[in-house]
């Protein structure tokens, strides 16, 4: 495939430039790349920011995807697309990239994906991407980047997929993603955005994934992208939000974790809905809950669940309830949740239920309960009647045995420690509600001394930095 033809590149260099490998500072090198790269895996290439480097004797055609490994690379090289004409697909990961030079992407017009994560890139000057006018994916997550010019982007016509998750951009012009008409999943996870000024994806009416994790965003206004009818993804978690109204005609994912959501709204029809470790005290509101097949509530301090919250929710196949402070569950919760296929309730504190709260539950194949406060005779009930005769699967319990006083199949549970007390307590279960209760503010207490550590060590190396 590679003929050695020689060699007009290296005739016609100017007669004072100094041909030398491996490098000093400025010179110009030669870097035979056939040397180090076989199969379209190039391994320890060192090229600095003011090397000036030339690659082969010859362009190398047919080869369609190079990728850089163990490598240091300031810069693209300059005539590297010259080299490889017909290259797609370029991986230049973790290569200490720095900067890029213009002309950077002269000839790349054959070049589909670009994968330019965790360098060390700090800005995006203006048209830099001439000349790839083909482009479709563009990596450049784990990067430097603070700013976003209308320019970065300009040639980019043809980009569907565009990364620049866990830079450091605070602000992004209205118009910069305006050029990309085509572009379907954009991920801006992990950048310091506090706000989208409005407008900024009126071109992009294609868009179907968004992503605006971990950002600082206060509020999230749904008419940002009242024009975008295939929005199916929507990520925007760890932003703290509190409340968050989501209005979309219909959307197949919205993911809003870890975001201290005190209320929740969502109109239009969504499937998925994702919203762990939030501050809910309520359950959504959700006007169409008929057409979500998965919740996840777990890790929010929802109490016990009053009244039928769930009677609404007739097509899901997956709740997550675990860690929610439940003590107990009302008997008819899961009454309209006939294809639930998975259940999790793992995490609370509850020590028995009615049993025929399982009689609608007629798909339920996974059922994780483990870490509860169960009573051994009610657990052996359950397993016997329904886990173990329906052939659902479940999770053993990693309780330590000390604090345990039997093990069903598995799972920790407690026997009743005063059958007197029993009796004179009504609802049954005081005793034992006070003992979990007692239990759970161990296992938080212990959670907190952790994460206080945690912060203690964080200073101690803060001042160990200031020394
Ligand atoms: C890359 O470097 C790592 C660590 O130095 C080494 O383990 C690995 O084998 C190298 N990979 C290649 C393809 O040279
Ligand atoms: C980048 O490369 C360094 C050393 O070559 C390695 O230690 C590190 O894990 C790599 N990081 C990623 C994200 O690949
Ligand atoms: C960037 O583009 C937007 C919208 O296209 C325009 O309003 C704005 O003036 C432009 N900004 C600059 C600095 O060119
Ligand atoms: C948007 O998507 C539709 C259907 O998927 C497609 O026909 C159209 O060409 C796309 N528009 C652009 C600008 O890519
Ligand atoms: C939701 O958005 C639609 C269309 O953008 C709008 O007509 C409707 O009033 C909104 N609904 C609510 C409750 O805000
Ligand atoms: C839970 O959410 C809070 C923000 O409300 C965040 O600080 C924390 O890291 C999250 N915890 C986990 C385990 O994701
Ligand atoms: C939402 O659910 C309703 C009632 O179950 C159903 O008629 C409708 O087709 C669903 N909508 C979508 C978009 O799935
Ligand atoms: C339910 O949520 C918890 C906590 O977020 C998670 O650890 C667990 O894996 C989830 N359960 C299932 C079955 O996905």
């Known amino acids: 495939m590679m003929g050695w033809l020689c060699l007009v590149l290296v005739l016609l260099l100017p007669a004072s430039y100094q041909l030398a490998t491996p490098s000093g500072n400025g010179q110009l090198r030669r870097l035979w790349l056939q040397d180090h790269c076989s199969a379209g895996i190039c391994t320890n290439v060192e090229i600095g920011r003011s090397d000036y480097v030339i690659l082969s004797q010859a362009p190398i055609p047919g080869l369609t995807m190079l990728t850089f490994i163990n490598s240091s690379i300031a810069k693209i090289p300059h ?16 290569c200490s990239l720095e900067t890029f030079e213009k002309p950077q992407f002269e000839g790349a017009s054959n070049l589909m994906s670009l994968f330019l994560g965790h360098n060390r890139l700090k800005d995006i000057p203006k048209n830099i991407f001439l000349g790839a006018d083909n482009l479709a994916t563009l990596h450049l997550d784990s990067n430097q980047l603070k700013q976003l ?39 801006l996870a992990g950048n310091r955005l506090e706000a989208l000024p409005r407008g900024i994806f009126d071109r992009n009416l294609n868009l179907t994934k968004l992503n605006l994790a971990r950002n600082r965003f206060t509020a999230f206004e749904s008419e ?36 201290d959501l005190r209320r929740l709204t969502v109109y239009g029809v969504i499937r998925e809905l994702d919203l762990h470790n939030n501050s809910l005290r309520e359950m959504p509101h959700i006007p169409q809950a008929g057409n979500v097949s998965s919740l996840d509530l777990s890790h929010n301090p929802l109490g016990n669940l009053q009244g039928n919250p769930l009677r609404r929710f007739t097509s899901l196949l997956r709740l997550n309830l675990s860690a929610t402070n439940a003590h107990e569950l009302p008997e008819g919760v899961f009454k309209k949740q006939g294809h639930l296929q998975m259940l999790d309730i793992s995490g609370n ?65 407690w026997y009743e420690s005063d059958k007197q007390s029993k009796k004179c307590e009504s609802g049954g279960s005081d005793a034992a509600m006070e003992l ?6 161990i296992k938080t207490f212990t959670e907190l001394v952790e994460k206080k550590f945690v912060k203690v060590y964080r200073m101690l190396e803060e001042m160990k930095m200031k020394l």
């Open 149 to 187: 010019v209308n320019n970065s982007f300009h040639a980019l016509k043809e980009v569907k997929h565009l990364s620049l998750a866990d830079n450091q951009v605070e602000q992004l012009s209205p118009g910069v993603f305006g050029g990309m008409r085509k572009l379907q999943d954009l991920n």
């Open 436 to 441: 979990s209760v007692v239990r759970n503010e």
């Open 224 to 259: 940002l992208l009242k024009m975008q009818p295939l929005l199916t993804h929507l990520d925007i978690s760890g932003n703290i939000l509190q409340e968050l109204t989501l209005n979309f005609s219909s959307l197949d994912v919205a993911v809003a974790h870890s975001c």
């Open 349 to 413: 504190s509850i020590y028995s239920l009615k049993i025929t709260i399982f009689d609608s539950l007629k798909e339920l194949q996974y059922f994780y309960f483990q870490q509860n406060n169960w009573n051994c005779d009610f657990l052996q009930l359950l397993m016997s009647s329904f886990v173990k005769r329906r052939d659902i699967s479940f999770m053993e319990d990693i309780t330590a045995p000390e604090l345990v006083d039997d093990y069903v199949d598995g799972i920790a549970c």
């Open 79 to 94: 005539l590297l697309f010259d080299t490889f004409p017909d290259l797609q697909i370029l991986r230049m990961e973790n």
